[in-house]
Structures are given as structure tokens and as C-alpha cells.
């Protein structure tokens, strides 16, 4: 069984599974709860100026009849004193030694009460500081929140007074909404930070009620944008992660990561951390399931490190990163084709219809070998989709539209051409990537044919 | 009897497991539309409290080794009670789903998790250190496999004596293998063997070992030996050739599917098979007579259907394989012409009078309603013989041919436990209670050996094991 013990910036936990700062970590009966589940660590709802909460807090977007797809929260940070907070989380820290407790921040923009709250959470015993750059809404319209993580300036400055003040590490989480997550993070890195963590929530409105039409989730008949967060942002999170990774100014100094972002299972952990990160933030789907889940979720990750070899999760920290690039420097000359196996092949012709109509016509469909218009067809049998091979661009569509496991697979042939990039072709024939003539003449030359 | 008609690939179909396993992504679908109840009623509903929406998940995301070791940890039989359990009885009859009518098929997903680990044998448990003590366990079948393989997990070493040629009790020989392929019973057997248990087979206790050799020589005993064979009807003509009893016809059936198909071609079967008997054994004996070429299968019982110990499902399956089934009808005698060989069957027509010392209302002959039916082969399936002389040997109380124990399972005698059928004087013989009751002598046994009981992963204290039941943790996969 692999070691899962994390080590991030010195704050270590037993695994890497962390409960995100949101409603499952708003108490000290909740934290010990999910340390007697097994977590790894806790990073308590965030504490800070006094609040308001309303109802109704969450939307949910479902799909397919899956619920909870994602969520909408329009919901503030911890609504409970300050007070009785600091006073749960020393004694959450008292009874788990082992764990990672981490208080999540957001005061006003002023250096004295970043001072104050530091110095409150230090006194607490808690392993470091996560500050809240993020939340989308409530807060940041008082110019605390993602006011803050989307501004470099005020994300460094205030960072920077955070860092000055602590002795415990000090964890940046990042909002992902902004153009390029990059500035604000190199702003933290600037500032001192100890570590990074990504992404909060992203600003949505999760629907519309169509006989109401009132807006979800709905406040007394009104609506705003909420923080959108659960599996459907996944994608999203792992890409603003390999930016961050894969950023030259990063690896210069790089910081550990903590995840999160849609994290509902293991596998999802896995490719968190194959991207860079350390260890693994989880809300949504504790919000869904419960406490419970961390089993699956370690026992999940071990059996797959168990699998390749690793005997240590931080083995396959960022394993994946060298495998960021960017669309100059991708091989033109890499060639795969569709191939469908007729044995497996169950003839619902979606791969037919996503081919013709959603991509570039190299699906025909056949009966007996022949090639048939299924607008004219009568003939009554089934009919047979066919890839011609030589029209086949290799977009890949059509196996990810077949409800058959293995029964389209993309695989690789030979090149054509000679292998050249993007940026080799700006380089060495810049006329070509400006001048459709140009273009056209290179194909030829090369014998690069699209139909 | 009749020249069979039936070509090996007729047979080979007949004599497959009736449902196909999953696809991955059939699986993948089934896993994922289980609600991941919290608390969930499957789980309570499985007399070894399989930790089934874990399991699911675990199916759902992937990670079919966990998905076995959830399903293995509660049950080291799962193997095989993922195929035979009356699910619809047990957790899918539970399942919340089934209040819109399509619960989840939790039976056929065990499968497809313990096939995965059967295949790859990938190592579930770890080998726990030798605790220096030793038990004799008399029987392997389930009761007494999942016994051996609890006490390995707390590093006691059992050796298990089995009468027949061949380990598993049941499951090796009498569960269709339309239910359960011989092979899977024996990779369940090898299962257990690996996690350090020693079976010796073809040694009949109180024949080739005395109870005394095994009280004195081992720390303790597990009487795990099941029923006896199936009792005579006690009706003129029962001698005649073509009169057997259902569990050698099962068991030879459950041989030829281990040793090659056209081995069923051996099996004698008549064209017009009468079974007695209306239990599972006799849908068993009935199902099988058909597939092998049966003309015409008809299965008798005494009393109504009310009174039928087979399952709704059972019944059913069995109807549908085109089986009569003629209730309120009793033999009285089996006919046979000059040669000795079987030619059919009095019966008398029955019906139900006051309740008897079961609680069921007593069968009684309807005067002058006699009828002969014809037959070639008639099947005798009316229960099975209790071991009341074993239990003799062994010195040890029984009460109404059953061991008598307590709810530890300790019998009389201070050295000996009893689990399984044996002891199930009340309630449905099923491969998973004798199951259960094997982690339960196991863990009593350990007990009065002074073995420490199993510990649980250090980081988790709380989580999958609320419901009291008597599972043991040490796994290596979680």
C-alpha cells in the first residue's frame, strides 16, 4: 500500500485529502467528524468581518438526471463569531495533532486587521493560513474576496502583509475568475507566499426557472451571479493548475499546490496531482455524499500508485507537467485515423452523423460493402459505418460519441509528412503561415491533402 | 432412456451462467446510477453487512480491486454469494430504488468486482503472523471456508477435512451451474488456501479421523458439515432403476462443467422426469433435468404454494424452462414394469387440514383421488438427512437433528463451534448466512484463544462499519 503522507510547505497530513473552506468545514463537530472518517486535513470556512447569510444559498445545474453536476452557492464566509471559531479550532488542533488544520481569511483590505487576524489564527496552534482571495460574491462587492485575488497589486500588498506578520506558512487560493491566472499568482509568489491553492468557485448563475422565471439560486424573488463549483468546473481548475505549473516564473521557485475544483473521486485527485498538485481540496462533493467518501478516495489513490509503481504519492506530484506545451510547438506531422471494430459495433450510426454533420465527412455507411445515401436508402438492414481512412483527419469525434467501450479507438499511422511545428514553419517559412497561396503550395509540396 | 438430441453447443448454452457478465460499461452504468445512500438499507439487508453502496462506488470510479476488497473484507465467500444470493430477498429487495422499480442490480456488480480480482489474483489480504494456534475445521464448504479464512486473517492456521474429492461443499456440487460455474467455487476455494488455510480432501470425519483425534489434537473444532443426503420417501417401488437422489444428478452435472461438456452426455436423464420435492434443490434437480433433454419435467408437492420453501424467483425460472409443477400431490407408491425399471408414479391428491407442529397446515389424502402418472426417471428431493450421528461422535447436544449453539456458535462442548447448515434450525440455508456464520465462529473461536482481534485503520475511526456487524478489518486495499 503506497505512503500518503503529505508534506506541504512543512504542514503535513496523513493523505493528501483536504476538505475545502465552504459549508463542511464551518464547525469543529464537522472537522472532527471528517478526521474520524479519515481526512487528511481541514481548511476551516473562512473567518473574518461579520455576515449576513440568505436563503436560498445553492443552485445546482443537474445533467441526464445526475444531481449535483455542480453547485451555485451565493453563500458568505463563516457566519459564527470570530471567537467561537478560534476557540473550535484550538480545539480541533489539540485533539488531531496528526492532521492538517488550516484557517481560511478574508478581512478588509487594511494591514492592521490582516495583523490581527494573523496573530489570532498563530494563537490557535493552526498549521498555516489560506487567505481568500476568491470568493465571487457578497464579499468581493466589499472589496474583499475576489476584489482582491483579481487585482495583482492588492493581491501582493496584502499577501505581503500576511506573510510579514506569520510564522505559520501562508497559502494563497486564487479566484479563476480573471483572463490570465498568472499575474495574480506571481503577485503571491512575489509577496512570499508558502503555497498556492486553486480554484475557488466561478462566477455563475446555475438557471431559470421557466414557469417563475425566477433566477436559481433564488433570493426572494431575486437572483445574482454565485460561485459555481463541483465536477462539471473540473476541466477548468486542471487548466488554470497547468498554468500555473508549467509557468517558467514558477518553476523557478516553485511553491506546493493545493487542488481543488471539482474533485469527486479519486481519479479526479490523480490528475490533480499528475498537473502539480500536493495535495487535494474537496467541497462539493462532501457536500453530495458526506464525510465518507475520504475511504474510496485513499483507498482509490493507493491502488492506482500501488499500479504504477509508486510507493510514495508525492512520486507522481506533477508527472504530467512536462507534458504541457502549447499549440506551436504540437507535431504537425502526428497522424491518427478512426477505426471501428464491425465486431463490437452495435449500429447506432452516431459516429456516422457526428462525422458528416459535425466534422469532416469520413464516415460512410454501408450495406453489404456498398456504400449507401441513407436519405434514399430502403433497403430495411442496418446499416454498417465505414471509416475511409484516407479522408479520416483524426479529430476524434466520432470515438468519443460511441456508446460502445473500445469499439472505435483513434490509432496513430505513420506520418506524411516530415515532422515540423507551427513555430518551426513561422520560423523557417513565415510566408506560408500568412498567405493562403503560400499555403497551398506548401501543401502540395509537402503532400499534405485536406478534402 | 433416451439417446440425447442435443448437440455439445445446446448444451454448452444450457449450462452456462444464465446472466452474461458486464460490460465495463454496463457496469460503469449500473455502478453509477446507485444513490450512495447513507445508511444504507442494502447494507443491513446482507446477513454479512457488505458495505454495498462503498463497493458500488468504488465499481463506479474505477477501482475494481478496493470494489473487491470492500465486498471480500465482509465476506470471503462474495465470490460465489454475488451469484447465488436471493438478492431480490436480501439487498436489492432493500434498495430505495426499487420504489421506482428498477433497483440496482447489486448482485450481478459483486460479480463483476470479484471476477476482476479472481482473474488478475491480485492479493487482497495480508498474511497475518502465526499465532501458534490451530483449529480442525470439519467441512469445506462456505460456513467452513469463510471460518478458515477469518481465522488466517488473525493468524490462526485451520485445516479443513472434506469428505468429497473435491472442496466447497455446496457451491462445488449443488448450485446449478446456470448459478454458479464449478470454477468459481474452486478459485473461492483457492482464495481462501492463499491466505495460509490447508485443506485436506477425501477424509471423512468419524470415518477416516475420529472426533477425539481432532478435539485432542487441535486448540479447537469447527463442525462445519452441513446436511446429509437426500431421505427415502419410504414408498414401494423406491428401489427400481431410474429413482435417484437430486444432489448426485445435480453434482454430476456441476463435474461435467469442470471436466468438459460432453461429460453431460453422460448423465443419465429420462424423457418424462418426475421430481418429489418442492425446495430448491427440487427447481434445481427439475431445471437440470430439462436442459438435459427432458421431454417433460414435472416437480410434486404435497402442500400449496404457500408452503413452497423455493423463492418467487425460483418458481418463476423454472416455470419458464417449461417445469410443472403439480401441487397438493403426494406419491404413494413407484410403479415399474418387468425389467425393474421405473414406468411412473402413484399419486394421491392431498388438501390442507389444521397446522401441524411446523406451523403449516397438515397435508391430507383426498379419498378415492388416486392417479397414476408416467415416468422414467423420478428425482427424490424431499430435504436432506441430518448428521445426528456425527454430532454423537463429537459428544455434543443437537436439537431437531441440528447442532445446538449458542449465538457465539459454541456448542456443548467447550472446544467446539458449529456453523452453517447444521446449525440452521430455523431460516433459509443460504451460502451467505453460512457465511456470516463462519466470521461469527471465527471470531469466537479467536477469542477463547486469546488471539487479539483485528484492528482497523489507524486514520479512520468512524465510517463503513456502523452497523454492528461482525466484520474484521485488515485489508491491504481498503
Redesign the interface.
Known sequence: MADLTTNFAGVRSPNPFWLASAPPTNSAYQINKAFEYGWGGAVWKTIGDPVLNVCNRYGAFEYGGKRLVAINNVELISDRPIEVNLKEIREVKRLWPDRAVIVSAMVSSNEQAWKTVVQQIEDTGADAIELNYGCPHGMSERGMGAAVGQVPEYCEMITGWVTSAASIPVIVKLTPNVTNIIPPAHAALNAGADGISLINTINSIAGVDLDSFEIRPNVGGKGSHGGYAGPAVRPIALHLLSQITSDPTYQARPVPISGMGGVETWRDAAEFMLLGATSIQVCTAVMHYGFRIVHELTTGLSNWLDEKGARQAEEVVGASVERISVFGDFDLSFRTVATIDESKCIQCNLCYVACDEGAHQCIDLTADGLRIDPDTYEGGTTLQPVVREDDCVGCDLCSLVCPVDGCITMVERPPKIPPVTWNELVRTRPEVTTDWDAMVAYREEVGIEIH | MREHELTLAQLQDSFTETYPRY???EATVEA?RCL?C?DAPCIQACPTGIDVP?FI??I????L??AA?TILESNLIGHSCGRVCPVDELCVGACVLGAEHRPIAIGRLQRYATDHVFETGARVFEPAPDSGKRVAIVGAGPAGLSAAGELAKRGVRATVFERQELPGGLSTYGIVVMREPTRVALEEVEFIQSLGVEVVTGVEVGVDVSPQELIEGYDAVLLAAGTGPVPRLNVPGEELEGVIDALPFIAATKLADKDGVERLREIPVGDEVIVVGAGNTAVDAATVAKRLGAERVTMLYRRSRAEMTAYDFEVAFVRNEGVDIRLLTQPVEILGDEHGRVTGVRCVRMRLGEPDASGRRRPEPVPGSELVLPADQVIKAIGQEKLTALFAAFGIESIGGYVKVDEELRTSHPKVFAAGDCVRLTGHALTVTAAEDGKIAARAIARQLGVEELRR?P??????YMHGTTNDFRS???
Open positions: 460490460t465495463p460499461n453509477n450512495y447513507f462503498t462506488r468504488q463506479a470510479n474505477g477501482n480491486l478496493g476488497t485503520d486514520s479512520a475511526t468512524r465510517g463503513r491491504v486495499h481498503g
